[in-house]
Structures are given as C-alpha cells and as structure tokens.
C-alpha cells in the first residue's frame, strides 16, 4: 500500500532534503522517524529535492508499507519523535501506482528579498539584500523571463536531457520585501536561485536586461551571473 505525506519544513537546519551519509536531512529524519514506527526499512520519494537551506511550506513525498494505517495516528507519531524543524500536515492513502515526483502537474516557489533594513531575525527565511530594487526593473525582467524559454544558461543539472520550461513569474512587494512567485510544471536544478541572481546582478550594475537575450541564446551557465543564496527560496504549492 501506497501512503502520500504532505509537510513543512525550515530548511535552515538541514543540508538540503535528499538523504546524505554524514549530514542532516530532511528525507533522512523523515525516514528514521518512519522506519522506527512502522519496525520497517522504510524509503521515501520525495516531489522535489530541495536544496540546502531551501524551506517548504508544503513538500510531499510517498511510501510503500503492506499494512492498513491510521493515517492521523502516525502523522501524530512522527510529529513527536521528529526534528521539532519538521512538521507533518497530513499524510492520505493513494493508489500504488501514484508517484510523489512523477505525478506532479505543476509547482509554484516563492523567494523573499528583503529590501529594507538588515534583519538578523530573519537571515535565515529572507534574503538580506538591502537595496531597493526599481519597480519598472522587477517589472521588465519579469516580463523577459517569463514565458517559454530554454534555460539551460540558469541550471547546472547537466543529466538532463531537456531544458525547456514554459515559467510564469509575477511578484508583490509589502513592507520593504520583495516576493517573487515562479510558477511552471518543472524546474532544473538551481534555476530559481540563478534567475533571481541575475535581477541582483542587473540591479547592482553587473548585467542588463538587454543581456538577458544572449544569456537565453548562449546556453551557457557562465552567461548568466550569481546564484543567490537558498535561505529566500520557498517550495510553497504542488499541484497534482
């Protein structure tokens, strides 16, 4: 039987979600929370790897166990005995042949930029640029990214075989932070961080947005500038 977990998780405190040997994961606490349980070797697939310091207001992942569980007492469970960073919302029966990754129809990211005062407390959710960024710029660089493109120049996911996404982005500001909101049925290893590196780096001079053209066309990682830091970059909705 097939068993679907929807959570949340302050990515600060882990090294990304993809379970590693010698470092502290979301997926690896997930699954020694899950197999201490169940008295199970159990193994979790996730709808996105996230990296590290990457949050998620809502990841999901699925298991496979052969015995009939009350859902609402193990999500209670695992809330007890978990990372207090990590917090199980819900988890619902599928059918066996749902895939947590594979199913996915589309996702959407936010990522925060302060553009106000420094703020210690929130170093670690917000990035702490603190600049203002020209409406007219957000709203031009929006206009070009979005749209369907190749962006083999914003990922350094060489395994993959295709790097056309078809990506809608729109933002808002409130109190001095910039939310930007990246919508699209799959995103390539580190894009979302390098888009928003280049609307710094054009904002602090070292691009333009007529180089935005060239950078698409060059198909090439060292056309596109910065990566900016995991800390503002949220998984916030996944659609099946």
Do not use: W
């Amino acid at each position: 039987m097939r068993y679907l977990i929807n959570m949340s998780y302050d990515g600060s405190k882990f090294y990304g979600y993809q379970i590693q040997k010698n470092n502290k994961t979301v997926e690896g606490e997930l699954e020694r929370v899950l197999s201490k349980i169940l008295n199970a070797n159990i193994n979790t697939l996730g709808a996105s790897r996230t990296d590290k310091g990457v949050h998620a207001n809502n990841q999901y992942c699925h298991f496979d166990y052969d015995k009939n569980i009350n859902v609402k007492k193990l999500a209670h469970s695992i809330n007890s005995l978990i990372d207090e960073s990590i917090y199980i919302k819900k988890i619902k029966k599928v059918n066996d042949d749902f895939h947590a990754r594979f199913n996915v129809l589309n996702k959407e990211y936010i990522y925060k930029i302060n553009m106000g005062e420094y703020n210690p407390i929130e170093k670690d959710y917000t990035l702490q640029y603190n600049k203002s960024i020209d409406k007219k710029l957000i709203d031009d660089f929006v206009k070009l990214m979005s749209g369907k493109h190749n962006f083999k120049s914003f990922t350094s996911d060489k395994e993959s075989n295709e790097y056309e996404r078809d990506l809608t982005i729109d933002y808002k500001i409130s109190n001095k932070v910039l939310y930007l909101r990246f919508y699209s049925s799959g995103f390539l290893r580190y894009m979302i961080r390098n888009i928003v590196g280049l609307l710094l780096d054009i904002n602090d001079g070292k691009k333009s947005l007529s180089d935005i053209e060239f950078i698409f066309n060059s198909k090439s990682r060292c056309s596109a500038g910065s990566c900016a830091s995991g800390c503002g970059l949220y998984l916030n909705k996944v659609e099946y």
